[in-house]
């Protein structure tokens, strides 16, 4: 789809009148893109680094109603969120799949095991079924081992759903293009363009991808702000006071070696009662999340030691005789999330609802959650449908995959599946390179999906490619330093780079691993 030159032919184009300008290739720009195009409105988004190189890459990989933001009283926020993971596994089968979850009870727990009860039962009324169930000590050990050695009383077991974040938002973008939207990445909106009487007309366009120094003025009838924590930026070009506060989230990832789960686990930190959850996703183990106050944006966001000394105390809490420590963790990644600021002294108990401004003519869409990116996008339209016109009913969410594909006879059924969730109507190109059928590593991914994004998936540098398209970053010890002499014999060719580009790609890719994704400690 975006194989080499498309970038040229995009800002061959930028001059034409557009309906829509979206400034943010995150979960929330891509619903905004996907269902505008879908509904015939001429829309165009532009990412100022790489699509979901932001907070929706580095999320805790959960399609969630938020049980815990039931204790906050925030209702709104879980029964949108329920039923919109609903319809996502209902279609989105191979990117977000059921995850079950079992609830553990200590010793010291502020919320005594019978709340737990009362808070599923509630949760699952909101996705209108009832899927959980209590668990005595033996019987949740025995459905996570690692457990055995703590002080675990029981507790409940019950279902959320899992996703590959930076996939997600990817296929929703690329089916946004397929349906006549357009999307850049590397373009940066470096200023708002404004009517004689104020209003904002559209955007300064500055190209960012490495050596280039083009920019373009884009007209459009609506500009829409998607930038997520970065949407103050935008905002405060037109006077106004900044509304938003940034909470970092940071994760760490052990080999399932490590830490062996066949579920996911959420526990209750010992020092500040905050849910934490241990998640086995894409062949490793997640644990997480923090909340604190995040600062610069402008440098990458990275988990600080006592972060990750905070989430090692809650893993000894709940795995003790595992004994994981700073020197088994294999990954690190820290995200920002945008959340209304209104002032109070735990950055958990802000609201994750998302709110929605229109000022001087631009409109901006922030907070919210990656469960509910469709119903974000289709709040924003809504509020500039008297520029845009009325949006129609709401339609499926993704594009129909092939019932046939031509697999290679090494591919099982469960990499079938999710190959299928990730690439959707484009699994044909993936499915063909037969020589690629092998995994990379000890990781789940194989070469042909390495193949295909270096071909056809905007990448732009080495990070693209190996954080976000294929997530070996995340997934293997060294950020897959140790497979780069594979990964460069089949990813350089399909890039067009040269040696030397090559060798500045992997010796940036180097330093920003070790910078923001390794552990501090």
Do not use: C
Not at 281 to 303: C, Q, R, S
Not at 333 to 347: C, E, H, Y
Not at 371 to 388: G, K, N
Not at 509 to 520: F, G
């Amino acid at each position: 789809m975006w194989t080499r030159g498309y970038r040229d032919e995009v800002w061959s184009r930028l001059d034409q009148p557009w309906d829509l300008i979206i400034i943010g290739g995150g979960i929330t720009g891509a619903g905004i893109l996907s269902e505008a195009a879908r509904h015939g409105k001429k829309a165009l988004l532009v990412e100022a680094q790489d699509f979901a190189s932001g907070t929706s890459s580095r999320s805790t990989k959960l399609v969630h109603g938020g049980l815990r933001y039931l204790r906050q009283g925030q209702f709104l926020v879980t029964r949108k969120s329920v039923r919109e993971r609903e319809r996502l596994m209902q279609e989105g089968r191979g990117l977000v799949d059921p995850l079950a979850f079992s609830l553990a009870a200590f010793p010291g727990d502020q919320m005594p095991k019978w709340m737990y009860g009362v808070g599923l039962a509630m949760y699952d009324a909101l996705a209108w079924k009832w899927a959980h169930e209590a668990q005595s000590k033996d019987e949740i050990i025995a459905r996570i081992p690692p457990l055995g050695s703590s002080n675990v009383q029981g507790g409940y077991r019950y279902f959320d759903a899992q996703t590959d974040d930076a996939r997600l938002t990817l296929r929703v973008i690329q089916e946004g293009v397929r349906h006549g939207g357009t999307a850049i990445n590397y373009a940066r909106a470096d200023q708002l363009l404004r009517t004689a009487d104020g209003r904002v007309r559209g955007i300064v366009l500055r190209d960012m991808a490495p050596g280039a120094t083009r920019t373009a003025e884009v007209q459009a009838k609506v500009v829409i702000s998607a930038t997520g924590a970065w949407a103050d930026d935008l905002r405060t070009q037109l006077g106004h006071e900044k509304r938003l506060r940034k909470i970092r989230g940071s994760h760490i990832t052990f080999a399932a070696s490590r830490l062996p789960l066949k579920e996911a686990v959420s526990l209750l930190h010992p020092r500040d009662q905050r849910a934490i959850f241990a998640i086995p996703w894409e062949g490793v183990t997640i644990f997480g999340t923090t909340d604190v106050d995040h600062g610069d944006l402008n440098t990458e966001p990275a988990i600080s030691q006592q972060e990750t000394e905070y989430l090692l105390e809650a893993l000894q809490k709940a795995f003790p005789s595992l004994e994981l420590g700073a020197r088994d963790i294999i990954s690190t990644w820290a995200g920002v999330r945008p959340v209304i600021n209104t002032g109070k002294s735990d950055p958990s108990k802000e609201s994750r609802e998302h709110a929605i401004w229109r000022e001087d003519g631009l409109l901006t869409i922030s907070g919210g959650k990656l469960t509910t990116f469709v119903v974000m996008a289709r709040d924003a339209l809504a509020a500039v449908q008297d520029d845009l016109g009325e949006l129609g009913p709401r339609t499926q969410i993704f594009d129909t995959a092939p019932a046939e594909v031509n697999w290679p006879s090494s591919v099982d059924e469960g990499e079938r599946i999710r190959l299928l969730g990730r690439f959707g109507t484009l699994i044909e190109a993936v499915a063909a390179d037969k020589e690629g059928a092998e995994r990379i590593g000890g990781s789940v991914a194989l070469y042909s999906e390495l193949r295909h994004a270096a071909r056809s998936e905007a990448v732009v540098t080495m990070a693209d490619l190996l954080l976000r398209r294929v997530r070996l970053g995340l997934l293997l010890p060294n950020g897959g330093f140790d497979q780069m002499a594979r990964i460069r014999a089949v990813a350089q060719p399909e890039l067009g780079w040269d040696d030397a580009h090559w060798e500045r790609e992997e010796a940036a890719y180097r330093k920003l691993w070790k910078q923001a994704y390794s552990s501090p400690i």
